[in-house]
């Protein structure tokens, strides 16, 4: 299968770093012309072949700004990737406010801001491909994760409304969710070995999913040949739970 994303407009969220960084190489490998989004991006700047722009994506202001920025300069935009996110960690009874409100600004509000923002576009074009991170914590929480496993269920709702709504336009709209990629926010490969095997017992596929995995399947989600794909929740977390001990497989 043939997958061609040559001088297609690609716009990634969080695209500084982790697995919207790999998500982002490899769309510029794919020969797409990509726009990477962040706080973290002091100014705006053109980088290993993609550009990247200022951009805070739980506010309205600038995400309008960003989004305005990239039609002007490509009249288009066919794929939106929702990747941004941040992790909320802490019981309920001790969560405070704040911290719960901002895992809803960054993870649900971003997502809500930025499909927003490229509607008009896409819709005028009458095609293009809306990707959202959930997780898998979406499917089954983990304790400790209300605020991060809500927002994330709250993706998947919004996905398949928006889904609906933009199915007129051959827009399609799903979310993806990803497993255990080892990153900076969740520090798994920082666990001592005992912590990392209990993990690991929980998948199918007995290693640390890759930002890779995550990039495969977005390459083929955003490709002519997903067409027919929309409104759903695809999870790539390689199998995890699939079984209630997947690890037992792996001791026969």
């Not at 008009?120 to 496993?149: C, D, E, H, W």
């Amino acid at each position: 299968m043939l997958i061609d994303h040559t001088d297609k407009v690609v716009l990634v969220s969080g695209g500084a770093r982790g697995i919207g960084r790999t998500i982002v190489d490899r769309f510029v490998a794919e020969g797409a012309a990509v726009t990477a989004l962040d706080i973290a991006f002091d100014e705006d700047d053109t980088a290993a072949g993609h550009v990247q722009l200022a951009c805070d994506v739980s506010s309205p202001e600038s995400v309008a700004s960003a989004v305005r920025t990239v039609v002007e300069r490509h009249g288009r935009i066919d794929v939106l990737i929702n990747n941004a996110g941040i992790n909320v960690v802490g019981s309920v009874e001790d969560l405070d406010w704040d911290r719960w409100r901002a895992c809803f600004d960054v993870n649900v509000g971003g997502v809500f801001l930025l499909s927003q923002a490229v509607i008009p576009t896409m819709k005028q074009q009458r095609s293009g491909r809306i990707l959202n991170a959930a997780s898998f914590a979406a499917i089954v929480p983990s304790i400790g994760s209300a605020a991060y496993a809500a927002s994330k269920s709250a993706v998947v709702q919004f996905t398949r409304v928006l889904a609906g709504e933009l199915g007129p336009y051959d827009v399609t709209v799903n979310a993806y969710a990803p497993g255990m990629v080892p990153t900076a926010m969740n520090g798994f490969a920082e666990m001592a070995p005992a912590d990392q095997d209990r993990l690991l017992d929980t998948l199918s596929l007995r290693r640390w999913q890759s930002a890779k995995d995550v990039a495969d399947l977005l390459v083929f989600l955003a490709s002519d040949s997903a067409g027919y794909i929309t409104g759903t929740l695809v999870d790539v977390s390689g199998g995890k739970l699939a079984t209630q001990i997947p690890s037992r497989a792996y001791e026969i």
